[in-house]
Every structure is written in C-alpha cells, then in structure tokens.
C-alpha cells in the first residue's frame, strides 16, 4: 500500500458536482440572455458585459491579493498569492459581472458599470468574506448602486431590433408603467413581450424566451429548483392582476385575467427570479424557509409595483435577501418522525 | 407471494451503485487464515472478556470471550488451534484486544445441538448463546433486538444493501434464499409475529423474484434511494409507520433485521452454529478481480487483498464497510470480524479526496438529508466553536450520519466530521452536567 493513500471521515464517494461546474452552468444559462442583448443593443451591450466581467474578475483578484499578502516583503510572495488566488477561483465573480451588466439598461456608460461591478464585489461580497458569505446578492446591489448614482440610466433606449416598432414604444420607464397607466394589456403584443423585440428595458432583461431558456438549462442541471421562479413571477403576477381590479377614483377596471401575461413577462421579474432571487448564498436553506422567501418577494415585488410604478424586482431581492438570516433562524424543519409534543395539562 | 411496490421517502440522493463489479460474482470460500485476530470488540457494547488462556488448544466455533453486558456479545474460535497470545493491536488507528489463534488445520469444530421445534424461547436462548448480532453494520446485538418492551406485529427483513459496491447481501439472497426464509420464521415465532416483510431493492430484481416463491413472506420492491437500508427508511417505506426521535422501532411495532442476521439465526438453530464467518465483499476499481468471500472472523484484510488478486493499482483510499458510512484504512494491519461488510480498495477516479472550498449556502445538503435536519447550520456553528447552538440549529442528535449531505455537497465540506465534532460534544457535555 501506497502512502499516498487518503484516510478522511466517510463517505469516501462523492457527487462529481462542485461549486465550480455550478457557477459554469450559471453561466451558460446566462449566456442566451447575453447573446440576445447584443443582438438587441449592438456594441454598446458587448462592450458593457465584458467591462462587468473583467472589472468584477479583476477586482476579486485584487482584493485576493492585497489581503493575502501579495505586496508584502516587496512582491516576494506575488507568484504564489497569484496561484492560490487560480486555485481557488470559483467563477462566482464572472457569474456576478455577467447579472449585473444584463440587468442595466444599455445607455450606461462603460466607466459607471465598471464602478458598479468594483462596488459589488469589493464592497458587497469580498469584504463579507468572499463566497458565500455575503448578505445580499453583489449584482443586485451593484444594480441599485448604479441607478442611484448615475443619472443616464434614467434614460432608456429602444432596441435597434426593430425600427418600425420603435416608433410605438411607450415612453414610460418599462413596458409596466404603461400597461399601467393605461389599465390595458394591449399596449404592446405578447409576441413582442416574450421575444423582447421594440421593447426598451435592460440589456438581459427583454428576450424572455431567452431567459426561459436558461430556465429551463438550471432546472435540467438541477442548479435550481424548478418550482421557485416559477412560484415568484405566477404569484407576483396574479396578485398584480388583482391589485390592478381596485377601483381607482371611483372607477374600477375589473380583474381581467388577459391581464396576468403582461404582468409575468414585463420588467426584470423573470430575470430576477430565474437568476437573482435563486441566488444559493442569499436565499434561504430548506424547502419551508424558501416558500416563505418566495411569496414575500412575490407579495411585496406586486404590492410596490402597484404603489409605485417602476421596476422593484431587484429592491425587493435586496430586502429579501437581509431577510433570509431570520428566516434560516426561526424555520428550523423538524426532523424525521417528529411528533409535536402534546401539552399536558397542568393541575389536578 | 407477489412483490409489491414501496413509496419513496422524502429527500434522500441517488447514488451511482457499482455492483456490478461484484455482483455477477457467487460467493468462494477463502482459505482459513494460518493465524486469526479476533477481536473482542465485535459488537455495539463493551468488548467481550476473554475465558481462555495463552496456551489452550481451541475448537472452531468454541466459546472464548464472554460477552460483558446488556449490548455485548459472545465471541467465538473461527478457526481451530491455539491460542498464542491475548494482546493490544493496532486496528484502524485504535488500539483494541485481540486474541490471537494459530490454525492447526484440524478444523475440528465444536458446536451447539441443533434444535428441532424450537421454541419462542429455545431460539432467543440460542441466538443469544451463538453471539449473533446485526450484520448490517451496526452489529447490535439480535438477542436485546428481539426482546422488545413494546408488542410488535411485524418483522422486517432488510435486503436494501443500498451502500454502493457491497454486494454481500444480495449473493446472499441469491444463493441462500430458503435458508433466509426459514431463519425469518424462527426470527418472528420468538417475536411472536405473523406478518413478515422483506424490503429489497429494485436494482436486485433476481433476489426479488426469488423471494417471491414463499407464500409468509411479502417481498417488497424498494425505490433505488439512498440510505433506503437506513431502519427508520426502510419502515416507513414499507409500513408507513414513523419512528418518533429518540425511539426504537420496536415502539412502533415493527423490527427490522438484516438479511444476512436472518442467516445467521438458521444456521444458530438448525447447525448450533455460532457465527464467526460471514461474506465479505471485496471489490472497488483498484483491486484485480472483485470478489464475494466466505470469511472467518480475524482473517487480516492483507490476505483478503491478496485472494483476490493484489492492487491492479496504486489505491487512493481503502474502505471498510460501504463507501458511504465504512471506516478509511491507512494499513492493511486490520482484521475481519462479525459487521465487516466490505473491504474496497478506490481508485483516484473513483474516491473523493477533493479539498474543501468555502461554503455556498447553497442548502443541498438540507435538501437531500433523510432525517430532515440542517447540516450547514451544524457545520457553521460548530467551525466557531458553539456545539450547543450547532446542535439545535441542525437537530445534530437526530442524524444517522448516512453521509447524503456531503456526497452532495459542491463544495466538498467534511459536513460528517462537523457533525460527529458536534455529536461527541453535546454528550459530553450533557454527562458533565449529569454529574
């Protein structure tokens, strides 16, 4: 016998899964969402993801080498930390760069994306610890962080996908407000809904068949489970349908189920629940806690679309998300062949 | 009768089997060692005292050590000649008594009177005195198992063998199928049962099938899950009775025994002999010819080893027992005694031997426990050094440490270590506090 033999607690076969080959079927889920944002947004897109994904890579790299000693004793250590840092790369930050460039709207500028992606990683995951240790989703709060500080991103463009549609779009902030405002679900066809085109939003979010298609790959790969997007956005929607049916000033639009499609399809709902709320490190562990974490989101996404009328999907995730470590502590399940306890009466 | 079709239980994981190495394989009987190490410690209890001395000339099958306790058991000669030394040997990294017998290839045997018509209490008297115990692992003493405190109504045979690679039961199954019946029926005349089930699963649709030609007997056909073997899984399977946290099935009627005990029970009554051989599975993708051995308790697994042909290549980790629950072995210096179910040697392709990333939070692990608990709380908890949060958070004490939890998780963290960490602590502590 050999003394490269390895003596460990069982169990000595594992699955061949790793956090790598999941954050590479992340990415592959992600990548039709991608392609048709470029197909979409042209160059502006391209340029937008690969500053997201470099920028996020290289600030993980940085903030890995700084703290792990990399300029100490003047770079002695420098080629070691740089193979640590290999060793250890998991692609988590590309899988954060790539949401976080899909879920702004094109006219961002590559300097503010870039800040964003330094921001999300830097600020939001690594100085948590790095992954899995973060509180809430580094994309989603990149997102916020842009939007908040930039003011071009109030600026949405069509798709140069198709020019004669172009001249319908409604000018409101998504597809929402104005179905909203309007009180009809005939604004813009379904068509163009699920395939995105003539449609302003952002660069991952418009191509809906896109997204399904990811879906559909994280459920195959068993990455996520199929039923929490799907109970997120049928929820959110449904809700949003009768929440649309109060009366406003008197005058009710009815509940009109035609409705509901519009609701599901539109704004960054979709992508938020395929890609953003399915976040392993930031939603909750066991299938109690999860139910819980989904119909919160789905109440409140429908509740303060209603009160406000612009996209919250990612709001929402972030309140969620600091949410989560209450839900892990109070839904605790309660194993295998337990019997509540029945309260004996006291007294004689 | 005819096989019907069991439930599944919640979560669980499907594991890639790898019978089929060994499988195909009857069963051959090894060679009696020139020399025997029996261990003293061959049940769940304290270990067994030994009556003989250095110098006595023993008989297969004789009495040498007697069992000290409720949980312990009797410990027999499995080969005959005389008895060299009664020492401390090093065994899978601890230091446990050995009594050491040099063959003299008589193999003049000494055993009980058989029984004919025996008796509720005949039999329990003579599983008790031939030292059987639960072969499917655990070695738990049978004759405590079959005198429960509650009424039970039915018996369970446990054919699942749902640990990868070990194939001993199931050549078992096949080859002595009458003689597992007709130890089932002595099994449930001394519980006083009528209703016999045993549970095999669907990957050894032979074994079922042949099960099928008793009409007492009620062959059920269990979903490929792991841990189906687990006694709380496999009752709620097949019965759909809950075994409450903190009870013995017995509480919910039913008691489960393992095919190759039920074995050993007719082979007790109708030979009087006691068990001191049982199958071993020797297999793995490192080992030159997989094989399903016939082995006499205190064999060394380096003659094991060498039986089925040597290493066909440099292992990566040698296992005793199952790869999902079976103990890692740094030497060969280890010897076979009543539980060893398996010895496989894995190759690199084949054993996880990854190093721990940083947790995910991804939840797998509560997804695919049997028990319902929460693993990564356990493991979180108990990394900072707080067992008792770490055990109320993950519901630690309710873990059968089947391992579902890290062969699935991504990251490759030593998730049963934490646990048995976590484990060992609350009870100190809770003796600490008893005191």
New interface residues.
């Given amino acids: ?2 003394s ?12 061949k ?3 790598k ?2 954050m590479l079927d992340v990415i592959i889920a992600l990548l039709p969402a991608a392609i048709c944002g470029i197909i979409f947004f042209g160059v502006d897109a391209f340029i937008l993801e690969i500053t997201a994904v470099l920028g996020a890579v290289a600030t993980e790299f940085v903030y890995f080498f700084i703290e792990k000693g990399g300029f100490a004793k003047k770079c002695k250590n420098a080629g070691a930390v740089c193979k640590l840092w290999w060793k ?1 790369f ?1 692609y988590t930050s590309i899988v954060s760069g790539l949401i976080l460039a899909l879920i702004v709207p094109p006219a961002v500028a590559w300097y503010e994306i870039l800040i964003g992606a330094i921001f999300a990683i830097a600020i939001v995951k690594m100085v948590f610890g ?4 973060n509180l809430v989703n580094p994309a989603c709060m990149g997102r916020i962080f842009i939007f908040i500080s930039f003011a071009s991103v109030g600026t949405w463009i069509a798709p140069n996908f198709d020019a004669i549609n172009a001249s319908e779009i409604t000018t409101g902030a998504t597809y929402l407000s104005g179905a909203l405002l309007k009180g009809n679900g005939d604004a813009m066809s379904l068509v163009d809904l699920l395939l995105g085109s003539g449609l302003a939003g952002c660069i991952g979010e418009t191509c809906k068949i896109a997204l399904l298609v990811g879906y559909v790959y994280l459920c195959v790969r068993k990455v996520i489970k199929w039923w929490q997007p799907l109970l997120y956005v049928v929820l959110s929607a449904f809700l949003s349908v009768c929440l649309a049916a109060i009366p406003e000033d008197g005058v009710s639009a009815g509940f009109d189920i035609a409705l509901f499609p519009a609701f599901a399809l539109s704004g960054g709902l979709m992508f938020g629940a395929i890609f953003m709320a399915t976040d ?8 109690y806690g ?1 139910l819980v974490y989904y119909i919160c989101l789905a109440v409140l996404t429908s509740l303060l679309r209603y009160l406000t009328g612009i996209e919250v999907v990612s709001f929402v995730i972030l309140i969620m998300n600091l949410f989560v470590p209450l839900i ?2 109070y839904i ?8 509540r306890e029945k309260k004996v009466k006291e007294g004689k | 009768m005819k096989a019907i079709k069991a439930k599944s ?2 979560a669980g ?1 499907h ?2 089997d790898m019978k089929s190495l060994a499988c195909n394989c009857p069963t051959e009987v090894m060679p009696d060692p020139a020399v025997a190490y029996i261990s003293l410690r061959q049940s769940l209890g304290k270990p067994a005292v030994a009556i003989v001395e250095k110098g006595q000339k023993v008989k297969e099958g004789e009495l040498i050590a007697k069992a000290d306790g409720a949980i312990s058991s009797d410990v027999f000669a499995s080969i005959a000649g005389e008895v060299t030394d009664i020492t401390e040997l090093d065994c899978a990294g601890c230091k446990e008594s050995f009594i050491v017998i040099k063959g003299d290839g008589s193999g003049e045997k000494s055993y009980f009177p058989p029984l004919k018509d025996a008796t509720a209490d005949e039999i329990k008297a003579r599983i008790r005195d031939c030292g059987i115990v639960g072969l499917g692992g655990a070695a738990f003493p049978t004759a405590v198992k079959i005198a429960p405190k509650t009424p039970v109504d039915t018996l369970i045979l446990n054919g699942a063998e749902c640990e ?1 690679y070990l194939t001993c039961d199931h050549r078992l199954m096949l080859e002595h199928t009458e003689e597992i019946a007709r130890g089932a029926r002595y099994l449930a005349k001394a519980l006083g049962v009528s209703r016999i089930i045993i549970g095999i699963e669907a990957n050894k649709p032979d074994a079922i099938a042949a099960f099928e030609a008793f009409d007492d007997i009620q062959p059920v056909i269990l979903k490929k899950q792991y841990p189906m073997g687990s006694e ?2 496999i009752i ?1 399977v097949t019965t759909g009775r ?4 903190g ?1 013995l099935p017995a509480d919910s009627g039913v008691v489960v025994q393992n095919v190759a005990t039920a074995y050993a029970v007719c082979q007790a009554v109708e030979l009087g002999k006691p068990l001191y051989e049982r199958i071993v599975t020797v297999s793995g993708g490192a080992i030159a010819q997989p094989k399903n051995l016939w082995v006499k308790d205190g064999t060394p697994v380096k003659e094991l080893v060498e039986f089925c042909g040597g ?1 066909s290549q ?6 005793c027992g199952g ?10 210096d280890m010897y076979t005694h009543k539980a060893t179910s398996g010895i ?1 040697l ?1 190759t690199k392709e ?5 190093e721990p ?7 797998k692990c ?2 695919v426990c ?5 693993p ?2 356990t493991a979180f908890y108990s990394a900072a050094g707080d067992f008792e949060t770490a055990a109320k ?1 993950g ?1 630690t004490m ?1 873990c059968i ?1 089947c ?1 579902a939890c ?7 963290r ?1 998730l ?2 934490a646990i ?1 960490k976590t484990k060992a602590a609350v009870r100190a502590a809770a003796k600490k506090g008893g005191k």
């Fill in positions: 016998m050999d490269s033999i390895v003596i460990s607690t069982p169990p000595h076969v594992k699955s899964r790793t956090t080959s999941i250890q998991d790095g992954t899995g240790k392993y490190v930031t939603s909750p562990k066991g299938v999860q892990d502590k605790v399940r309660k194993p295998f062949g337990y019997k | 239980f919640f994981i594991v890639k990868p709380k899984h709620y809950k075994v409450g946290i009870k290493e440099t292992p990566k980790k040698a296992i790869p999902m629950t079976g103990v890692a072995l740094a030497s060969y496989l894995l084949e054993a996880a031997a990854e990333t940083p947790c995910l939070n991804c939840g509560a997804d049997p028990m319902h608990l929460m990564m709380n958070l519901n309710s440490e391992g890290e062969y699935i998780c991504p990251a490759k030593p049963i270590q048995r």
